[in-house]
């Protein structure tokens, strides 16, 4: 064997050994990679992933033990990786496979992601041999043939695989070093010793976002004003028009003024302008706004969207899923009418026909087909394997449903359509109206058919034109509070997260915000489900009391996506030669160093006392010399001028008002009998109550 080429996923590998195959050196698959027919090219693959950063036990037995006895902060020297044990007869494979290859070429995704996955599993195995560097965009003929003829030395790109292993080592840092304070931090605050108060460099801004979006609701103020409309018959067409004015009305008598001056008479037109618009599918499906639209028009969580896309993406119904790009490869034109015709065959009664002439303008000018905007992949697009619909999931076929319209519009015209905005007085008073008229279905056609906003009035509406006012009528309305976030509403902002800083915006937007399509459903779901630092109600999210105190006493820059920029920063100087790893860590252990040599004092604000009102009820457990050395486990104020302790009852206090005295609460007592319950006010109140009959008691929580 003379050359070994590692993808990062087993469809890059059966995609190139097909190229070879087509291009007259067929390959074999044999066990775990594929064979050139001349036995001169072997094609293996990696999962994502192979090697993983080390746990912190691995570099030192101190780092393993109870969190509470942990010096901080950790900091490896040198940082170390280690083979998944998932993944190891992967990786045990391409080293025996290593072993025989005299040009070795890493195939992983041309970003900064798989040029690090691709170097990590070679780093130190390569000695004597030639390492290069393939980059493919997209796995049509032509654009594996292109690459293929760019293949460069790997050297060039030791940057960006310092860039990549230096962004693996500061998130080890943040995330080993704060969890671990912050966990110990508010297990001393009461908070369950069996949860985790993870840290993150992305979780804390998303967290972030959802603290300030509630506080935004609990704050505001809601505002009465009122709208006037009038109701006019035009040309056949029911027409409600609007009173037009720029400040609201939130003076009744106001409002009823102008209701009594315009019933009964005449709305008499004063201009009338038509526009033209027209929306065509400029931009297809990448994995976040296949997320967004998949959560606003179907109610599937961006979880739920990534494992269906998964799995039409592993049985060959659709492209990678986790791509962040929105455009084609120019020289996949040729295969556009292949597939939109493998749909009509299967689909035309679901979706309707897709135009398949080879001379489509629409197609072949739509704005999707771009070099230059392809990333390590390219849009999410259905194949020429085509499924049954019935063999999918629900959820499958919704998503595959959504995909399928997506690119099928890029074969349609655009949606066009007029609107006359048309404006008038009644009695002097400014009303207005629009109509609109749809002048070419395009693309919608593919969708289910919607109720225009806007009434459609065929004829003319000419100049000084009296139409007779029908009926005028207010409303009361209510200005509202802006909306809680949605999964998909949350992966959007996300993407296009701002800061106060220009030069940070910038970067952010380069980067396309904080996490990665392929990260942002699995940081939502654990902040939801393992953190519980947001819970789910319906479709919102809202933050929990652990949520806002995380960000409460989190360190500003790691509520937001600032930190993420300057790290961004900082690793292109990397990538660059500007900086070196070691000084990045450095500036890393700084700030964090100062973070774990703070005073931070977390109390757990679940359930405030209800005595003192000062303190928090937190749960501890003890042996108790007034119980005979027995266990207790209660609730206790943790105001040290209080003290009021109550009983726990499914891992809640319990808390009952004195049914006596209706003042004090009843608290666990120790008789020669046995357990009662007393009132807390004893000698005062000297009520007392039997153990079974405290349990059939109902509390206030």
Same mark, same amino acid.
């Given at each position: 064997m003379e050359q070994l080429i590692i993808t990062e996923k087993p469809s890059v590998a059966l995609a190139l050994s097909e190229y070879f195959g087509r291009h007259g050196n067929p390959c074999s698959r044999e066990k775990g990679h594929y064979m050139t027919q001349d036995k001169k090219t072997c094609i293996t693959w990696a999962s994502g992933h192979i090697l993983t950063e080390y746990e912190p036990g691995d570099y030192n037995a101190e780092w393993e033990g109870a969190w509470w006895k942990t010096p901080l902060p950790m900091v490896p020297k040198p940082f170390k990786r280690k083979v998944m044990k998932d993944k190891k007869p992967l990786y045990d494979h391409i080293m025996e496979l290593l072993k025989d290859a005299k040009i070795v070429v890493n195939a992983a995704d041309p970003d900064r992601e798989g040029q690090t996955l691709g170097d990590e599993i070679l780093e130190g195995k390569t000695e004597g041999k030639v390492v290069k560097r393939l980059l493919l965009n997209a796995l049509d003929d032509d654009s594996i043939a292109k690459a293929l003829a760019s293949v460069k030395d790997d050297k060039a790109y030791e940057g960006l695989y310092k860039a990549g292993a230096t962004r693996s080592d500061i998130d080890w840092l943040i995330g080993m070093n704060l969890t671990r304070f912050f966990t110990v931090k508010a297990h001393d605050g009461g908070y369950p010793k069996n949860e985790t108060e993870a840290v993150g460099r992305v979780k804390g801004p998303t967290v972030s976002l959802i603290v300030k979006r509630q506080k935004e609701i609990d704050e505001f103020k809601p505002e009465t004003y009122f709208t006037i409309s009038a109701l006019l018959t035009i040309n056949g067409s029911k027409v409600k028009a609007e009173y037009d004015t720029k400040d609201k009305i939130t003076n009744e008598l106001e409002a009823s003024n102008i209701v009594n001056h315009a019933t009964g008479k005449d709305f008499v037109v004063s201009s009338k302008e038509t526009e033209h618009h027209e929306e065509a599918v400029n931009k297809l499906y990448s994995l976040d706004t296949l997320q967004i639209d998949a959560d606003k028009m179907e109610g599937i969580s961006a979880k739920e969207t990534l494992d269906a896309l998964q799995s039409l993406y592993e049985k060959k119904y659709t492209t990678y899923p986790r791509s962040d790009c929105k455009f084609l490869p120019e020289s996949q034109k040729k295969d556009a009418i292949e597939i939109a015709k493998a749909i009509n065959g299967k689909m035309a009664t679901e979706i309707g026909l897709i135009p398949t002439q080879a001379d489509n303008p629409s197609l072949m000018g739509s704005a999707v087909w771009n070099d230059k905007k392809i990333t390590a992949h390219h849009a999410i697009i259905p194949t020429k394997n085509v499924p049954d619909l019935k063999d999918l999931t629900d959820t499958e076929k919704k998503i595959y449903l959504l995909i399928v319209r997506k690119y099928a519009g890029i074969f349609m015209k655009p949606y066009a359509y007029e609107v006359t905005k048309v404006t008038?007085?009644?009695?002097?008073?400014?009303?207005?109206?629009?109509?609109?008229?749809?002048?070419?279905?395009?693309?919608?056609?593919?969708?289910?058919?919607?109720?225009?906003?806007?009434?459609?009035?065929?004829?003319?509406?000419?100049?000084?034109?009296?139409? $007779?006012?029908?009926?005028?009528?207010?409303?009361?309305?209510?200005?509202?509070?802006?909306?809680?976030?949605? =999964?998909?509403?949350?992966?959007?902002?996300? /993407?296009?997260?701002?800061?106060?800083? =220009?030069?940070?915006?910038?970067?952010?937007?380069?980067?396309?915000?904080?996490?990665?399509?392929?990260?942002? /459903?699995?940081?939502?779901?654990?902040?939801?489900?393992?953190?519980?630092? !947001?819970?789910?109600?319906?479709?919102?999210?809202?933050?929990?009391?652990?949520?806002?105190?995380?960000?409460?006493?989190?360190?500003? !820059?790691?509520?937001?996506?600032?930190?993420?920029?300057? +790290?961004?920063?900082?690793?292109?100087?990397?990538?660059?030669?500007?900086?070196? $790893?070691?000084?990045?860590?450095?500036?890393?252990?700084?700030?964090?160093? /100062?973070?774990?040599?703070?005073?931070?004092?977390?109390?757990?604000?679940?359930?405030?006392?209800?005595? *003192?009102?000062?303190?928090?009820?937190?749960?501890?457990?003890?042996?108790?010399? #007034?119980?005979?050395?027995?266990?207790?486990?209660?609730?206790?104020?943790?105001? $040290? =001028? *209080?003290? +009021?302790?109550?009983?726990?009852?499914?891992?809640?206090?319990?808390?009952?008002? *004195?049914?006596?005295?209706?003042?004090?609460?009843?608290?666990?007592?120790?008789?020669?009998?046995?357990?009662?319950?007393?009132?807390?006010?004893? $000698?005062? *109140?000297?009520?007392?109550?039997? =153990?079974?009959? #405290?349990?059939?008691?109902?509390?206030?929580?």
């Open positions: 008038g007085r009644i009695e002097g008073y400014p009303f207005k109206f629009q109509a609109k008229a749809v002048t070419e279905p395009g693309y919608t056609l593919f969708y289910p058919k919607k109720k225009e906003e806007e009434e459609e009035i065929k004829g003319d509406i000419p100049i000084n034109k009296h139409y $007779p006012v029908e009926k005028v009528e207010k409303t009361k309305k209510k200005t509202q509070p802006p909306k809680p976030y949605t =999964e998909g509403t949350l992966i959007a902002k996300m /993407a296009n997260i701002e800061s106060d800083n =220009e030069e940070y915006n910038k970067i952010l937007g380069k980067i396309k915000g904080i996490g990665t399509p392929a990260t942002r /459903a699995d940081i939502i779901s654990k902040i939801i489900k393992v953190d519980k630092h !947001v819970e789910k109600k319906g479709k919102y999210l809202y933050p929990t009391m652990k949520g806002k105190q995380l960000i409460e006493i989190l360190p500003k !820059v790691l509520t937001e996506a600032d930190y993420t920029a300057q +790290m961004e920063e900082d690793l292109t100087k990397v990538e660059k030669g500007e900086l070196s $790893p070691e000084e990045v860590i450095k500036k890393v252990v700084e700030d964090i160093t /100062a973070i774990v040599k703070s005073d931070v004092k977390i109390i757990n604000k679940q359930y405030p006392c209800p005595k *003192c009102h000062n303190g928090y009820l937190l749960r501890r457990t003890y042996k108790s010399k #007034f119980f005979g050395g027995e266990t207790q486990d209660e609730y206790q104020c943790s105001n $040290p =001028e *209080c003290r +009021m302790a109550f009983p726990v009852v499914k891992d809640k206090p319990k808390i009952v008002k *004195c049914p006596e005295c209706g003042e004090g609460y009843l608290v666990q007592r120790h008789g020669k009998y046995g357990i009662f319950y007393g009132c807390s006010r004893y $000698p005062d *109140c000297k009520k007392a109550v039997k =153990e079974k009959d #405290f349990e059939k008691m109902k509390g206030i929580i």
